[in-house]
């Protein structure tokens, strides 16, 4: 394992139980970005389409409040 990945397990090691979960999160989001798993769109139904896109969104708040 690399310095840096040892680093990383050291302070996940640190981290209370609760607080992974975010991580975890996080590292789902990561995945995403580099294509791993992408999931096509021409293999989901309208509804799952429309939930994988409420998800991209989810957590952000836009500057006029809305």
Known sequence: ???IKEKAVE???ELPDDKVI???EIL???KGLYGENKIQ???LTESQL??????KYRGRVFADGT
């Open 1 to 3: 394992m690399t310095q």
């Open 11 to 13: 302070m996940l090691q």
């Open 22 to 24: 975010y991580v975890i």
């Open 28 to 30: 789902k989001g990561l």
């Open 41 to 43: 769109a021409d293999d």
């Open 50 to 55: 429309a939930l994988e896109t409420l998800k």
